[in-house]
Nanobody, 125 residues
Framework: QVQLVESGGGLVQAGGSLRLSCAAS????????MAWFRQAPGKEREFVAR????????YYANSVKGRFTISRDNAKSTVYLQMNSLKPEDTAVYFC??????????????????WGQGTQVTVSS
């Protein structure tokens, strides 16, 4: 099993920045990719960004490309999501997810094996 714990959410004004963290523990050697998803009120959960835990592969949703950056610190078993130029439409609960597969461009939430509990991000206008 793998446990994921997110942190770093909060309230920020439009145009501001936040950095989310996701700390993984347990059988982390089984994970190949980690990702961030988000779910806004009344909407389905959607893919935000994905990173491979070796090499330099990253992949972003078009809605966040150029504003968000996903990164990792393998020594700390932690993945980050740096969010800049935040917009009110970025308001959502942000979830960290881990994937044991080797597929690069996986955006379906059903493909992920482990999930965190989520952290709220609220962007005021």
């Amino acid at each position: 099993q793998v446990q994921l714990v997110e942190s770093g959410g909060g309230l920020v004004q439009a145009g501001g920045s936040l950095r989310l963290s996701c700390a993984a523990s347990g059988r982390t050697f089984s994970i190949n990719y980690m990702a961030w998803f988000r779910q806004a009120p009344g909407k389905e959960r959607e893919f935000v960004a994905r990173i491979r835990l070796s090499g330099d592969f990253t992949y972003y949703a078009n809605s966040v490309k150029g504003r968000f950056t996903i990164s990792r610190d393998n020594a700390k078993s932690t993945v980050y999501l740096q969010m800049n130029s935040l917009k009110p439409e970025d308001t959502a609960v942000y979830f960290c997810a881990a994937d044991r597969s080797a597929l690069g461009f996986e955006v379906r939430e059903t493909a992920y094996d482990y999930w965190g509990q989520g952290t709220q991000v609220t962007v005021s206008s």
